[in-house]
Every structure is written in C-alpha cells, then in structure tokens.
C-alpha cells in the first residue's frame, strides 16, 4: 500500500478532493499549491475528521522548478518517504494563438508542462533512491486531439504530459516503480465551475472517486470517470477536425 502521497493542485478542485478521499483511507499526505490558506483550511479538515493521519503542507509555485526540488525534499523527509506523487497542479488559461496572449499561453505551458517535468524530475529523484514509488499524471482527454482556440496550448501540454509519462514507464518497466497516467473528461472544479451548463460535466466526488480507483490499481492510463468520457474519448480520437473544430 501507497501510504504517502504527495498531491500537488491540493487547494482546490480535483486535488483537494483526492486529498479527502485518501485521508478517509488513512494515508499520510503531502499537499502543495500556490495558495497557503487554502492548504491550511484543508489541513485543519482532514485532521480533524481523521486525526490518526499526518498532513505535511507546502506552498510552492510548479513553475519554479527550485521550489519543486526543494519542496518536494522537505516533505519526504518530513512523512519519511514518498510512496505515491500525484503530478495535478494545472491551468487552463490559453487564448488562441497569435492573438497577443503569449502570456497567457506561456503560464499554461510553463505550468502544465514545464511545472510537470520539474515535479517528476523530482519524485523519480526519490523513488529511485528507494526503488519503489508510484507516479501519477493528470493529463486529460483534451491530451487527444489538437484543439482550437482557448484550448489549444492547453492541449498540447496534457499531450506533452501523458507522452513524458509514458516515456518514463518505458525507462522503469523492469523495476518497481508504477507510472499511471489519467486522462479525465470534463468535471466540475474551479477550472469548470457548478456555474457552467454543459449537462456532460461530471460531479466532483463520484469523478474523483473513480480516480482515486484507477490509481489505487496502478493501471498504466484510464479514462476517468469512464462513464461517458471513455466512449466521447474514443470517438475524439477518430472524429474528422472539422468536428473537432466546430464542437470542442
Ligand atoms: N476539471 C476538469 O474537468 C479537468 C479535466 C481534465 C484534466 N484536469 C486537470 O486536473 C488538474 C486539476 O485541475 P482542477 O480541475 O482541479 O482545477 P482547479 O480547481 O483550478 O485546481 C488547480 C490546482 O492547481 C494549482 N495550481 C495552479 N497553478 C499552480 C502553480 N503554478 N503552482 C502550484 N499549484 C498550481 C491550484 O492551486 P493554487 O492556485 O493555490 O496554486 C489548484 O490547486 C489540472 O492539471 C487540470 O488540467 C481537469
């Protein structure tokens, strides 16, 4: 069993979810984002309900790869190992290329991307050292198809995100090191809040769960919920860019 895991994205949406539903199962977690308060509050929470369990905090920035390090260092040593990293943190704030937000689309890559490398640089440093650990990826299934406008570079760092997964279970088959990548459909979090009408949104407990379900197997990739997500997946993959341009 997994017993300590390292959530980054902790402070809201999918990752705070992850983080209550594996404090209900007794693991020890290690929790990081930009957003302190948040980390506290949450802290606070799940000490509370489950008080046998230790809750490390840590705020950090993804996008600056020392305080990944550094970070992710300290909270080994302070849970004495890691066992499982969830590489969550994200964003979604592109705009469509060549439209004057280099900004915008930069902090997506350097957060999605270039933040995601930085975090699996650092917990493969420390499975490695311990010759076990699993490493999970949240990419999305934005991941399969190139897509237009807001979401264009969005989609090309969750591309970027579950190749460099898979690049890395290449590199540790033979060994005891796990490599899950989940690719979630569209679920209800700050990214896409309650507010938003698309009737396919899944609801955030029951979608996590399905997650927490995924990983806990250790499969290499899952869809996630799969209901409807692995059938609209597996149509994206084959639909004409016509559609892909139109209806995504
Ligand atoms: N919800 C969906 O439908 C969906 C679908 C597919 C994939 N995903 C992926 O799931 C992950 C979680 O997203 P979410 O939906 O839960 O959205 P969310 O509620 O907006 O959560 C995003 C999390 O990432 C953290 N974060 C963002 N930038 C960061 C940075 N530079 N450094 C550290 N932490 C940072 C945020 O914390 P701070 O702001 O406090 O730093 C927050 O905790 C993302 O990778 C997203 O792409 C979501």
Redesign the pocket.
Known sequence: MRRNILI??????????MAREFAARGRNLAL????TD??EELRTELISAHPGITVAIRT?????PDQVFDGFRALAAELGSLDRVIV?????KGQPIGTGRFDANLQTV???FV?ALAQCEAAMETFRANGTGHLVM?????AFRGLPRNVTA?AAT?AGVASLAEGIRADTLRTRIRVTTL??????????PESDPNPL??RTVPAVRTMITAMEREVPTAIVPPWPWAILGRAMKIMPLSLVARFL
């Open positions: 980054t994205g902790a402070s809201s949406g999918l990752g705070a979810q990081c984002a930009r957003r948040r980390l950090l920035d993804v996008a600056v969550n943190a994200g964003v979604g350097q957060t999605n933040g949240i990419s999305s299934l934005a969005y969750k690719f979630p459909g569209y679920i209800h979090s700050e990214m896409n949104i899944s």
